[in-house]
């Protein structure tokens, strides 16, 4: 008896979230990632692509056959949490027509203001690893696939002991953010009143073309 496998929705949306943390990928790369044969990756991506939830160019590589490099389309950086969404841009457009724009603006940062010290209760007062560590957990239960990383010794510089990185690979707040781009500074403000002993610089931009957000967190 003859059994057929069915794509399975978990691997398919590993796929997504692998695409949605490199920015691009093979299938070989993907299927070395995820542990898997590259015949049954072909397949999800074949799905995928039918879902129009990836994209891909063909790259020539060497004397060799050009190879696919896939990304996730529109569409597939739409499958990711998005916590306010129009709703949140259609009354901050309404608001902007009412108040103006400078009182929207002032609501904007008195709500960062507010989350920051949210943020900074809960963090609570370990060491700025601990803190990092669970700043990142508060924003990946609010949608954001966030993680963060201790930057090598090696790559310290002026006398900095220690340096952490903090990514976004999404943004749960990307249609208010595209409409407003003032929220993303204060975003980087929030960070910087969370963490009141570090200094903290935007790296990487997505609203700038870039697959993510990035946070350097230096200890003072």
């Not at 996730?72 to 108040?99: C, I, Q, W």
């Not at 007062?125 to 990142?136: D, F, H, I, M, P």
């Not at 500074?185 to 931009?205: K, N, Q, S, Y």
Request: with cysteine; glycine share 6%; net charge negative.
């Amino acid at each position: 008896m003859t059994t057929t496998q069915h794509p399975s929705p978990s691997t398919k949306q590993d796929i997504l979230q692998h695409l949605l943390k490199q920015d691009h990928a093979t299938a070989q790369a993907l299927a070395e990632a995820l542990e898997i044969s590259p015949q049954a990756i072909r397949r999800h991506l074949k799905d995928l692509e039918t879902e129009e939830l990836i994209e891909y160019q063909s790259v020539s590589v060497g004397m060799g056959r050009p190879q696919h490099v896939y990304q996730l389309s529109r569409k597939g950086r739409d499958r990711f949490p998005n916590h306010y969404g129009e709703f949140a841009v259609s009354l901050l457009d309404t608001l902007t027509e009412t108040v103006g724009k400078e009182q929207v603006s002032t609501i904007l940062q008195k709500q960062w203001e507010r989350k920051a010290m949210e943020y900074r209760q809960r963090v609570g007062r370990g060491s700025v690893k601990e803190r990092v560590a669970k700043l990142v957990e508060l924003r990946q239960s609010e949608g954001y696939m966030a993680e963060w990383y201790a930057v090598e010794s090696s790559n310290l510089t002026n006398g900095v002991s220690e340096q952490f990185m903090l990514k976004e690979h999404n943004c749960a707040i990307s249609n208010v953010a595209e409409s407003f781009p003032s929220v993303c500074g204060h975003e980087l403000e929030m960070f910087a009143a969370v963490l009141p002993d570090c200094i903290v610089e935007r790296t990487h931009w997505i609203n700038n073309g870039e697959h993510e957000c990035g946070y350097l967190i230096k200890a003072r």
